[in-house]
């Protein structure tokens, strides 16, 4: 079964960066979409960004020219590059990948704060 682990997160000043990872345990070059979707507390799940296997890339207005989600099928990882962070991107990033399933990782926590 495929897992993803996802790595990076911590806690960064309003207009910082941070590069999330998320690793998969099995090669993704056939995943045809992966994503990084995030939850605020008391919020729902929300998409943030998805790449498909041609690199076709799709943002949530939020976040589009600050973040960036990239794949490299070598590595069997997906990054979520973000910048210009601001309070309201604080919450708990996942990783997704839909293959016949959907799968998530365990969630990184990102905490934007002065």
């Known amino acids: 079964q495929l897992q993803l682990v996802e790595s990076g997160g911590g806690l960064v000043r309003p207009g910082g960066s941070l590069r999330l990872s998320c690793a998969a345990s099995?090669?993704?070059?056939?995943?045809?979409?992966m994503g990084w979707y995030r939850q605020a507390p008391a919020k729902g799940r929300d998409m943030v960004a998805t790449?498909?296997?041609?690199?076709?890339?799709n943002y949530a207005d939020s976040v589009k020219g600050r973040f960036t989600i990239s794949r490299d099928n070598a590595k069997n990882t997906v990054y979520l590059q973000m910048n210009s962070l601001k309070p309201e991107d604080a919450a708990v990033y996942y990783c997704?990948?839909?293959?016949?399933?959907?799968?998530w990782g365990q969630g990184t926590q990102v905490t934007v704060s002065s």
């Open positions: 099995e090669n993704i070059s056939g995943i045809y979409i």
């Open positions: 790449i498909t296997t041609g690199g076709s890339t």
């Open positions: 997704s990948a839909v293959t016949t399933s959907v799968y």
